[in-house]
């Protein structure tokens, strides 16, 4: 384990959609997780060395999205995706799809998951670096991240590893985002992600009201609609806490490097999505573009 956990202490050595991969297995390694203080089942992960980073102007963008469980990150971040041509990457998508696999970290993840808890990160970045060693197989350029960096060592590594341009932190009051979470809906079919919760906020004591219509699914979902496993009261609840304490810090961290873009969202999809590509200052032919 110390050996595992040394290496990735030393965030040079990882890669990061890399030209020189080294792939180094440690399957047969048993790590005590951080989080849940479990002997666990330690994935391999892949390790770089010396791998020169891209200029910007030879590569897409490579942003990162923050924000609480159900502010949206996933929503914003997939359509800037499609408007920038740049893959969306989301961790807790990665997670989820290692669950439904049925493979030999399935049974340790849905119990971290399930309570609330964060992965350790030497499962998250071997399910990272998996994904970016197959998107660069594919020529993919740039990325943005959402859901990854989450703690202030997976912010480290990826700091030692590439260039991150800018952090959009998105923002919304704690009472709707346990909402949000509440009313998320998936289609077991198409995979279509949903909101059934109506958020009518009156502004009261300086704070401001907020209005989000639902996101309905098309009538042929309706009867597939599946909420997610973590997405009861008591698990957003603690996802919450665990945001605040581990993930907060990471806002500072970028913060004070001057690439934080703080966005209070000021409604549902119609309001947010237009402001966003403002102060993001995409034009006018990309908006119409992402709008069609
Ligand atoms: N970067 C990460 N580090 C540790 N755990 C993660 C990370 N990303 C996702 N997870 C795990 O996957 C779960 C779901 O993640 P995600 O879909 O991003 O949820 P949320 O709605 O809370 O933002 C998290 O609660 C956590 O257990």
Request: charged share 25%; glycine share 8%; aromatic share 6%.
């Amino acid at each position: 384990m110390a050996a595992a956990l040394t290496r990735l202490t030393k965030p040079a050595s990882l890669a990061f959609s890399s030209v020189n991969i080294i792939r180094r297995c440690f399957s047969s390694a048993v790590a005590v997780s951080e989080t849940n203080n479990a002997a666990s089942y330690v994935p391999p992960f892949v390790l770089d060395s010396n791998r020169p980073r891209k200029d910007p102007k030879d590569r897409n963008v490579q942003w990162v999205f923050l924000g609480c469980p159900g502010v949206g990150k996933g929503t914003y971040a997939s359509r800037l995706c499609n408007l920038l041509g740049v893959p969306h990457i989301a961790t807790g998508d990665l997670v989820r799809e290692e669950l439904a696999s049925s493979g030999p970290l399935s049974q340790q993840l849905s119990e971290i998951v399930n309570q609330g808890k964060l992965v350790s990160d030497e499962i998250i970045i071997s399910l990272l670096s998996k994904r970016l060693e197959a998107g660069e197989a594919k020529g993919e350029s740039g990325f943005i991240l959402d859901g990854f960096p989450r703690t202030i060592q997976q912010a480290e590594i990826l700091e030692g590893v590439t260039d991150i341009d800018l952090v959009v932190n998105l923002k919304l009051q704690e009472d709707i985002l346990i909402d949000k979470c509440l009313g998320r809906r998936i289609c077991s079919q198409c995979g279509g992600n949903f909101n059934v919760a109506s958020i009518n906020v009156k502004g009261e004591n300086g704070k401001r009201g907020i209005s989000m219509a639902p996101l309905l699914p098309p009538p042929h979902c309706m009867s597939k609609l599946i909420t997610r496993s973590d997405d009861t009261e008591a698990v957003v609840k603690q996802r919450l806490r665990i945001y605040n304490e581990k993930s907060q810090p990471v806002e500072e961290f970028y913060r004070s490097q001057g690439k934080l873009l703080e966005f209070d969202l000021p409604g549902g999809i119609p309001e947010s999505w237009p402001k966003l590509l403002q102060v993001l200052n995409l034009d006018d032919e990309e908006k119409q573009s992402a709008a069609a």
